[in-house]
């Protein structure tokens, strides 16, 4: 009895304190992801204050260090303190989609995704959900605002997100940017400075730390949002910096809503990065536009570089170049030489008098008395040239809007299938009609703006038009979506070597490549064989240059800019660009670093067919690469290189075309001359 009362004493005695050390499963203050490899890790947690934070690993080392999410508004409370953890949730994703046109055509969207659902503990209970996507190059996230009663419409007055760089790998490190806020828009040099030198910068910005890594910074999905730049704060602390709207909030949204994609391409070198921008494009929306097998990749000449030059003029009078007799000239060399496209600027009424930033004097539906418009797009058409009309607005769009669909009309029922527009004014000069009713003045790539490109882009689709943009808000990947915005401008292109002080210098294109070209096609315009701008005065490339740029500079028009006489003088040179492709299956970097040279190799859509274009800087580069990229067999290398003596400064017209036998096998070396470059066609022979 003794033992059996002991054993009941004991159990009473040791039970009861094992139900005491029972404690409750503590609540998570974090959420973490990897990619798919594990190369690439984040944590989204809340500190000591209740803000919301992140950090990125790659390799397990730190890179991204604690960096704070959060908002400020222009009628409530900021968002950026106690809040707590409430709800995770995580997928994974491995789909392949097809490109109807590209640099790819088949694509793969493969990432992690940890969602991390957060609310204040103050009196307003607001949430926000930071959601983490991470693929093996790229980290990306964005905030979502459910809807909720205490937060029904959202004034932005400033978006919180930090990009902290750990300091001691920043401080070693390079940037390359292009300043944001000033009156030329995107359209300024890249500055190459240390991180720690970064002003405000417009994206994408890319840096490259002392180890190698690069990293570029960037946003996916820009929809009815304002653009984000970025600035620095000190040592590797930058920060998002939205384009101010005209007046009050720079983001008015109502509830629910997403921000835009914050995206930070990261690999170990320059090639890499560029193969990284394919998850811009994954990061959008599927195509919502259906079958868009009216939008026509296309080579196209113009009458637009005269009107650089001073030799031809938009307004009517003695210079005018949008003549009936000579867009029938051109139509007629664009046709013996195998160009599909034509564009015509300044073949509507309003070019005349000051013009620069008013855009109140255009019509979009009437032409020029010496310019035939119905006529001259049919005798194109006829002989398989398609006008490409052009739309300046002088970032007006108070006035463009309500006309541009009768624009759009006219074209559609003429058979026009592709505009360009334009929005030349100084930054902050966009002209645009408030809730009010009343003007204000709006800068290029705020939410006005945004929205604005979109509608464009949509009205002229269901009239089965594509838009290349100029002036325009930033690539964003949204023509994944929207694949009728076929291409846009949005940096220094080929008209600054007509009359710009400086012209662009000779790392200008291999800055292009791992900077602006991130963030999609650009309609650069290249080609100029004569190499000379206005008044006789030298571009600083050579001609091979000049070809390479057909490769390098990604778009899926392409224009033709020089004038006819300067391409029949240069029969050889103009060959390769009859012959180049604009429209690819594979795209690859075999060589590159940031602002010193660019390697790339394409593969045409549906041949077996491949181009090499490379470009360098100043100094004299030369690049061995080996040819494993093509297939079985052997093929014909038509190879357009730098002379010997080639340089731009002294014999820029110097070019070497040859042919050579090569195989997978082969190797590829050649040199760039300074401000050089080479284009090379590889044409299957066969087994």
């Known amino acids: 009895m003794r033992i059996i009362a002991l054993l009941i004493m004991l159990s009473a005695f040791v039970g009861a304190p094992l139900e005491a050390q029972v404690t409750p499963t503590p609540v998570a203050t974090s959420a973490e992801a990897t990619s798919p490899s594990g190369q690439l890790a984040i944590t989204i947690a809340t500190n000591g204050e209740g803000r919301v934070n992140y950090h990125v690993t790659r390799a397990g080392k730190p890179l991204i260090t604690d960096s704070q999410l959060g908002f400020l508004f222009t009628d409530a409370p900021q968002m950026l303190r106690n809040f707590r953890l409430v709800a995770t949730d995580r997928r994974s994703v491995d789909e392949a989609w097809e490109q109807p046109f590209g640099e790819w055509r088949h694509m793969r969207n493969h990432y992690n995704e940890v969602a991390a659902t957060f609310e204040e503990g103050s009196k307003y209970h607001r949430r926000m959900r930071v959601v983490a996507r991470l693929f093996d190059d790229a980290v990306a996230f964005r905030i979502e605002f ?38 030329n828009r995107e359209e300024y040099l890249y500055n190459r400075t240390k991180i720690s030198e ?63 994609w914050r995206v930070m391409l990261i690999t170990s070198d320059a090639p890499s990065l560029y193969m990284a921008n394919a998850e811009i494009l994954n990061l959008n929306e599927p ?35 949008a003549t009936t007799a000579y867009a029938k000239k051109m ?43 119905p006529g001259v797009v049919a005798y194109g058409l006829k002989k398989g040239v398609h006008f490409i009309g052009h739309n300046e607005t002088s970032a007006n769009i108070a006035w463009y809007e309500p006309r541009m669909g009768a624009g759009f009309d006219m074209f559609q029922k003429l058979g026009v299938d592709a505009i ?119 571009i600083l490339s050579t001609m091979a240059k000049q070809l390479a740029l057909y490769i ?50 394409r593969k045409t859509r549906g041949k077996n067919e491949w181009f090499v274009g490379a470009v360098g800087d100043e100094q004299e580069r030369h690049f061995d690469v080996p040819l494993s990229f093509l297939g079985k067999g052997r093929w014909r290398a038509e190879i357009y290189r730098d002379g010997d003596t080639a340089d731009y400064r002294t014999n820029p017209r110097s070019i070497v075309i040859e042919q050579r036998k090569v195989s997978s096998a082969d190797r590829l070396a050649l040199r760039l001359a300074p401000g050089g470059g080479a284009a090379v066609r590889f044409v299957s022979l066969g087994r």
Request: glycine share 10%.
């Open 552 to 601: 390098v500079i990604y778009s899926p028009i392409q224009m033709a800019a020089d004038l006819p006489e300067n391409y029949a003088a240069n029969p050889g040179p103009f060959q390769f660009i009859k012959d180049v492709a604009v429209d690819w299956d594979d795209t690859r970097v075999l060589a590159g670093e940031v602002g010193d040279l660019a390697v790339i190799a």
């Open 287 to 321: 195509n919502k536009q259906g079958d868009v097998s009216w939008v026509k990749p296309r080579k196209y000449m113009g009458i637009w570089w005269g009107m650089h030059l001073d030799t031809q003029s938009w307004s009517s009078g003695p210079k005018h170049g």
């Open 198 to 260: 970064i002003g405000t910068a417009q994206t994408p910005l890319t840096v490259r730390l002392a180890d190698g890594t690069h990293i570029a910074f960037h946003e996916a999905a820009l929809v009815d949002y304002s653009g984000m730049n970025i600035a620095k704060v000190g040592g590797g602390l930058l920060k998002a910096v939205l384009t101010p709207g005209a007046t009050g909030p720079k983001v008015t949204r109502n509830t629910p809503f997403e921000t835009p």
């Open 420 to 538: 360009k527009t334009g929005y030349v004014a100084d930054a902050g000069g966009v002209q645009a009609v408030g809730p009010d009713g009343k003007p204000r003045f709006e800068w290029h790539e705020g939410q006005v703006m945004v929205v604005h490109h979109l509608k464009v882009v949509t009205e002229a689709a269901k009239r089965h038009i594509a838009i290349d943009a100029h002036e325009p808000v930033k690539d964003t990947g949204l023509r994944r979506t929207y694949p009728s915005w076929v291409s846009r401008e949005g940096q220094r292109g080929m008209e600054y070597n007509a009359w710009g002080v400086p012209k662009n210098p000779p790392e200008h294109e291999a800055n292009l490549v791992f900077t602006r070209m991130l963030s999609g096609p650009m309609d650069f315009t290249p080609g100029v064989l004569s190499l000379m701008g206005r008044g006789n005065t030298p």
């Open 331 to 373: 139509i007629d060399f664009a046709a013996a030489n195998g160009f599909t496209g034509l564009l015509v600027e300044g073949w509507n009424l309003g070019w005349d008098g000051d013009w620069f930033a008013t855009g109140d004097t255009f019509s979009f539906t009437e032409h020029y008395p010496d310019f035939d418009l």
């Open 146 to 183: 459910p809807d909720q009663p205490n937060l029904k419409t959202a004034n932005i007055a400033e978006e919180l997100t930090q990009f902290h760089i750990v300091d001691d790998r920043a401080a070693t490190g390079e940037a390359w940017w292009d300043t944001a806020f000033e009156s």
